[in-house]
């Protein structure tokens, strides 16, 4: 039986965060046995807010490093970079033709780069939703591993996939957001407020490339609350960030004893970020160490580029064929 396809993307703009980790890489490392998967550095879409390319191969390399060092395999999946596949453009195009000012106005993204660079509200900023769709639809996936902040962006892929399919015939499977288990995932900063995100303050943001005492001196400043005072208390939600990051790194007795401790009005959250700090250095230790060696290995990184970009083109250009037939622009 064929393997149901699978796509998602990250963006080369700084360093990668447990947000990505754990509201997406971890996953794609998870689907890479059952699932036909592309995963895809977009490069194209950091442009829409750092178009100073100095830092832009480094970053890709380094994120490449990161994405292999959390255990992506380019054996089993096709790990690539936007650019190398000059399809997903051309389909870019094609779906800008469907896709309307005005929802593109609304989406949240657009709304916050706008507020956050008044400056810049390029073209390619607006129709950012509209690149993300290609990026999935270039493989007819139906499977888009993303945490909870990229929702919107997926719901927008299967209105354009649909309006395609409406007014072409069907070419595209709707596809959909995807995570194990009911829900995305959402980190929140360490200081309790907003998303972990990679452009906010970086004591609030641990990052794959945190050095241990890094790692530990962030956890403990990180934002708890007053012990509560009635049993079962409902958490605040940087103390549920604090839980949420203990059920992923520490052992399901540690974080039962906490909880226990939170509800029976015990808990010494001093103790309980001092465990949450040993057990997310043994967790991201071994991943960030992998990563610095292979990020000083260009030829492997290089093989593995290519490689990726073959295979991403060969799907990519068999749903172009698909789409022009379908569109009636073949000659
Ligand atoms: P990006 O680069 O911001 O983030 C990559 C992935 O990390 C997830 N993520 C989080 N999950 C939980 N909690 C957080 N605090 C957190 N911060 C980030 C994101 O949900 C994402 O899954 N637009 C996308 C990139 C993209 C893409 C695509 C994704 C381009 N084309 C096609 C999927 C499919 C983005 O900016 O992700």
Known sequence: MQKEKVLSGIRPTGFV???????AIRNWVNMQDEYDCYFCVVDWHSLTTHPDTRELQTSVHRL???LLASGLDPDKCVLYIQSDVPEIAELYFYLNTMAY????EKTATF????RQQPNNVNAALLTYPV????????HRAVNVPVGKDQEQHVEMTRNFADRFNHRYGDVFPLPKAFNYGSKLI????LDGGGKMSKSENQMNTLYLADDNDQIRTKLMKAKSDIVPAEKNAQKSEAVQNLFTLM?????????????????????????????LGEDMVRFMSPIRERAVAIQQDKAYLSKVIKQGKEKAR?????TLLLVRKAMGVNY
């Not at 965060?17 to 509201?23: K, V």
């Not at 052992?251 to 029976?264: A, M």
């Not at 060969?314 to 068999?318: G, L, M, R, T, V």
């Open 314 to 318: 060969a799907s990519a250009s068999e």
């Open 186 to 189: 959402k980190i929140i900063s």
């Open 17 to 23: 965060h447990l947000g990505n980790y754990f509201g």
């Open 64 to 66: 490449l490093s990161e």
């Open 131 to 138: 690149l993300q769709a290609a990026d999935i639809l270039i």
């Open 101 to 104: 000012k005005g929802e593109l």
């Open 247 to 275: 059920s992923l790194v520490s052992g399901k007795e540690v974080t039962e004893k906490f909880e226990s401790d939170f509800n029976n009005c015990i808990i010494r959250y001093g103790d309980m970020k001092k465990q």
């Open 111 to 114: 709304k916050d780069k706008v």
